[in-house]
């Protein structure tokens, strides 16, 4: 039966990936509607590159700059994006210049803005942002920041800002380490920032603190980095950066009402920051609070419709299990327009279910079979074929459809292989 096939199939949960919502086993409840997490499925395409010296340390240096010339808000976030994958390696100075060494496996933080985000959860998981391709290959296994540099580029990371593109395509260690320089344009229309304003009245004491955090952040060391931005915001009660900061920190050390608190701060500091809302809808999901979600989620794409690809995933993933499949389809939609080298093909997938509830079979077998061409290796192909199955046998006629009941709302979960 379709009513059976739409829910999801009973797995062992996992810890979701930065970006993902954690996981837990999917439980149906009397209604046929199934409560429990949400883990998104992701892949990236992986290549072979030809490995770089890696006997040798490779440096990278250069600066942000603004095309009107304005100046470069202190710690813009710089990231390495290999085969999709994003991460963020480093952060701007007040001048805008940034520099870090490729291959540091401790420089590496999970953003909101990256592939994957919320670093509570576990990088090694199927979930959003994680290295496992959609034909099963685990591209960046072997070394994952270090060793293959043919399908990286570097960019910085602004909300409402497009950023150029710096290919790291045949780089060697033996290269000069500047890159030259990395331009942000305004993009029309985004009103939501990932950089507080706040920031810059911000006393210096209270900036290095902050600063010095960030870098304890890249290096692994949460504790450092939660006691300087904890010594920030008592300078400084309205640095609202620092108090997102403080909250992902909290996320990862597993204490989420207090990062709940840092976060619902950093929106009093700043309504416009966007990181917060996003945070904050991922930890509502995670407890199957999907209003609170939504209502979050909704507030983030609205101030950024651009930057956050993830957050349409996840709102329409809230909206969905609210039964709000009007608002959840706009929101898979966008997740899938936001995303043309499909990172995330799960919200093919979603979408694929979403139409399925509205009762447009054949939209929905689309979309359900580009998820099974995409991730044919992704741990609920299998329902998605069966689900497919099910749905195409409604598309021969009105009849069939009209009398078809509408199928369940079901849960995303995400299989152990």
């Not at 509502?284 to 419709?305: G, N």
């Not at 099910?390 to 598309?395: A, G, P, T, Y």
Request: hydrophobic share 40%.
């Amino acid at each position: 039966m379709l009513l059976a096939l739409l829910t999801a199939a009973s797995a062992a949960g996992q810890g979701g990936v930065a970006g993902g919502i954690g996981g837990t086993t999917p439980t149906p409840g009397s209604d046929g509607h199934i409560s429990g997490t949400l883990n998104p499925n992701v892949s990236s395409a992986g290549g072979a590159g030809r490995p770089i010296d890696i006997a040798r340390p490779v440096f990278i240096s250069g600066k942000v700059v603004m095309q009107d010339g304005s100046p470069v808000p202190m710690n813009v976030t710089i990231q390495r994006v290999c085969s999709g994958i994003s991460r963020t390696v480093a952060y701007t100075d007040a001048s805008g210049r940034f520099n870090f060494q490729w291959g540091d496996r401790n420089m590496v933080l999970s953003d909101a803005s990256d592939a994957g985000f919320n670093t509570n959860r576990q990088a090694n998981s199927a979930g959003f942002g994680g290295s496992q391709s959609a034909g099963g290959s685990n591209a960046l296994a072997a070394d994952p920041f270090g060793n293959r540099m043919m399908n990286c580029d570097l960019r910085a990371n602004v909300a409402g800002y497009l950023s150029d593109s710096v290919s790291l395509f045949n780089r060697r260690a033996t290269d000069a380490p500047d890159i030259g320089l990395i331009v942000l344009r305004r993009i029309s229309g985004v009103e939501g920032t990932s950089i507080s304003a706040t920031s810059m009245l911000a006393p210096k004491d209270a900036k290095k603190a902050y600063a010095h955090g960030l870098e304890s952040m890249l290096k692994n060391k949460p504790d450092e980095a939660r006691k300087d931005f904890e010594k920030a915001v008592a300078i400084y009660p309205k640095y609202a950066d620092a108090w997102t900061s403080l909250g992902k920190t909290r996320l990862q050390q597993q204490a989420p009402d207090e990062a709940k608190a840092a976060l619902a701060k950093a929106i009093e500091c700043d309504p416009k920051l966007v990181v917060p809302y996003v945070e904050l809808g991922l930890l509502a999901a995670q407890k199957a609070q999907w209003a609170e979600s939504a209502s979050y989620l909704d507030r983030a794409v609205r101030l950024d419709p651009v930057d956050y690809p993830q957050a349409w995933y996840a709102d329409a993933v809230a909206n969905y299990n609210l039964k709000n499949y009007e608002a959840a389809e706009k929101s898979a939609r966008e997740s899938v327009k936001l995303d043309p080298k499909r990172a995330n093909p799960r919200s093919e997938y979603l979408l694929g279910l979403v139409l399925a509830e509205k009762r447009d079979y054949a939209a929905a077998a689309t979309e359900i079979s580009n998820y099974i061409q995409l991730a044919p290796n992704a741990p609920d192909v299998a329902q998605a074929k069966q689900q497919l199955a099910e749905i195409q046998k409604l598309v021969g006629g009105p009849a069939a459809a009209t009398a078809a009941p509408a199928p369940a709302a079901a849960q995303l979960s995400n299989e152990k292989p």
